[in-house]
């Protein structure tokens, strides 16, 4: 899974930040065959899930001498925000928690323009 911001300023609380994209990138083994549940959750800063997203993803045998199974994944959300405070996605398959990003939501006051970058 791949953080690469780790702040998002809103102007007021509650918030929805639109179209956030959450990119990840599965890693697998033959022996890991079949079926798996996906989940990605949004904790909030009270550790409540703000937000959850489950599904089933099938793994299928592999070509001939390939070892390693790859798979990418971009999930895109409209994220709840009600307080500021630490957030965090929360990535789990078969109900094994493989990754977990963490990012700050804070408030700024307006700006001139109406825009904050």
Same mark, same amino acid.
């Given at each position: &899974? %791949?953080?690469i911001?780790?702040h998002?300023?809103?102007?007021q609380f509650?918030a929805? =930040?639109p179209?956030? =994209?959450l990119?990840l +990138? %599965?890693r697998?083994?033959?022996?890991?065959?079949?079926n798996h549940?996906?989940r990605v959750r949004?904790l909030?800063p009270?550790?409540?899930v703000?937000?959850e997203?489950?599904g &089933?993803m099938q793994?299928?045998e592999?070509?001939?001498g390939v070892?390693?199974?790859?798979?990418p994944?971009?999930?895109? @959300?409209d994220?709840?925000l #009600?307080?500021?405070?630490?957030?965090?996605f929360v990535v789990?398959?078969?109900?094994?928690?493989?990754a977990r990003?963490? @990012?700050q #939501?804070? &408030?700024?006051?307006? =700006?001139?323009?109406?825009?904050? +970058?």
């Amino acid at each position: &899974m %791949l953080g690469i911001w780790r702040h998002v300023a809103v102007q007021q609380f509650p918030a929805v =930040h639109p179209r956030a =994209h959450l990119v990840l +990138h %599965l890693r697998g083994r033959r022996t890991e065959l079949g079926n798996h549940e996906l989940r990605v959750r949004l904790l909030d800063p009270e550790g409540e899930v703000a937000l959850e997203q489950t599904g &089933m993803m099938q793994v299928n045998e592999p070509p001939a001498g390939v070892v390693d199974l790859e798979a990418p994944a971009v999930l895109v @959300f409209d994220l709840p925000l #009600a307080a500021a405070g630490e957030y965090a996605f929360v990535v789990s398959v078969d109900q094994i928690e493989l990754a977990r990003v963490a @990012f700050q #939501a804070t &408030m700024v006051g307006a =700006h001139p323009g109406g825009t904050v +970058h």
